[in-house]
């Protein structure tokens, strides 16, 4: 086989590989996106109840507070890493009594409160800053959007 027509097969098959990437990622997106995923575990009802009585479930749903909102990259690396999480704990172990955010997930959840909300003028205070040693929003406000099915930190 002649070395140019080696060249386009593997282009072709990189390009097949990629759309396929691509519209495995969006089917992703589009599965996992709505809250009715999400309530899909039993484990999940009281959260699910609580958040639809909450003042968030109008604007905001699962993945919109705890999956990486920066770009598509982060979303989808931060969709398929709580995927596998969330799968292991479900099917894997016994199911705890309660969930706990992971760590790398609370800094998530800050970053999309603080994206959020914007407007309002906490966003240079350092108390708010847990990098640096401050609280996280929900330290504070624990009850949003999930009642006081969360624990306490």
């Known amino acids: ?3 140019g027509r080696k060249i386009r ?3 072709l098959a990189v390009g097949l590989f990629m759309l396929a990437a691509g519209a495995g990622t969006a089917t992703m997106h589009s599965v996992t996106s709505s809250a009715a995923f999400c309530a899909s575990c039993h484990i999940m009802d009281t959260y699910m109840n609580s958040w639809e009585h909450s003042s968030h479930r109008e604007v905001a749903s699962c993945n919109d507070c705890h999956t990486d909102q ?3 990259l982060t979303k989808t690396w931060s969709k398929a890493k709580a ?3 969330h799968g292991y704990v479900n099917y894997l172990t016994e199911h705890p009594d309660y969930l706990e955010l992971y760590d790398s997930s609370r800094d998530i959840v800050q970053g999309n409160c ?3 909300h914007s407007d309002l003028t906490f966003k240079t205070n350092l108390d708010y800053q847990p990098s640096q040693g401050g609280n996280y929003c929900f330290d504070c406000h624990s009850s949003v959007p999930h009642d006081f099915y969360r624990p306490r930190y």
Do not use: D, K, P
Request: hydrophobic fraction near 55%; include cysteine; charged fraction near 15%.
């Open 9 to 11: 097969i593997a282009i």
């Open 1 to 3: 086989m002649e070395v």
């Open 83 to 85: 995927g596998t999480l």
């Open 114 to 116: 603080i994206s959020c």
């Open 70 to 72: 920066r770009n598509i």
